[in-house]
């Protein structure tokens, strides 16, 4: 089970749109629709933004999307915030009842 | 209302067992569609998926860790158990525990966390 391949920053202006991209395998990320986000602010615990690729759980802003093509699934931030400044991370199922994180990517809004 | 609670050690030695529990609340461990996960993060890096228990009992380990964890549950007390064995400094993180949607072949996504409790690895 090696960890999904996220970049290590993003940034990007308030307003702006920004995509983090989450790499895994034809055995994780490219075989199962179950690919799921978390933002964890400083000191914070993680919190669901995304599940099953593109769902997003009560209260999460329509601001955040996610996609999957092949073995890569992205998150997209539109009309970026200073609130959204933190790390996300992407997991993915990677059967049979395995799952499996992304290294991190820290967003920062210039 | 959704919450977990991990508790447990602040400061274990080097070889020493850990044992950390989770205690839930707003939903049953006997939920067919949910589980309670473990996930630990090192100060300053990634999320790791530790371990999972299931509403029927079963469980699922991660496999680099799968030798040293033991994941539990107590229904009528509403608590998850995990110990990892022959602790190292480098095992040196916040744990966490959370709420997993996945019912019997997940698991899936963790929905619900708790805070997290810092265990130090330390002599």
């Known amino acids: 089970q090696s960890a999904l391949t996220q970049p290590a920053s993003v940034s990007g202006s308030p307003g702006q749109s920004i995509t983090i991209s989450c790499t895994g395998t034809?055995?994780?990320?490219?075989?199962?629709?179950?690919v799921s986000w978390y933002q964890q602010h400083p000191g914070k615990a993680p919190k669901l933004m995304i599940y099953e690729v593109s769902k997003r759980p009560s209260g999460v802003s329509n601001r955040f999307s996610g996609s999957k093509s092949g073995n890569t699934a992205s998150l997209t931030i539109s009309g970026l915030q200073a609130e959204d400044e933190a790390d996300y991370y992407c997991?993915?199922?990677?059967?049979?009842?395995?799952?499996?994180f992304g290294g991190g990517t820290k967003l920062t809004v210039l | 209302q959704v919450t977990l609670k991990e508790s447990g050690p602040v400061l274990v030695k080097p070889t020493e067992t850990l044992t950390l529990t989770c205690t839930v609340s707003?939903?049953?461990?006997?939920?067919?569609?949910?589980?309670v996960s473990w996930i630990r993060q090192p100060p300053g890096k990634a999320l790791e998926w530790l371990a999972h228990i299931f509403s029927n009992d079963e469980k699922s380990y991660s496999t680099s860790l799968k030798s040293r964890l033991t994941i539990s549950k107590d229904t009528s007390k509403s608590q998850v158990v995990l110990t990892m064995t022959n602790m190292d400094p480098v095992d040196t993180a916040t744990y966490y525990c959370a709420r997993t949607a996945g019912g019997g072949s997940g698991p899936y996504y963790f929905d619900y966390w708790g805070q997290g409790t810092l265990v130090t690895v330390s002599s």
């Open positions: 997991c993915s199922y990677a059967g049979p009842r395995f799952l499996v």
């Open positions: 707003g939903f049953s461990l006997s939920n067919a569609r949910m589980g």
């Open positions: 034809s055995s994780d990320v490219g075989s199962y629709n179950l």
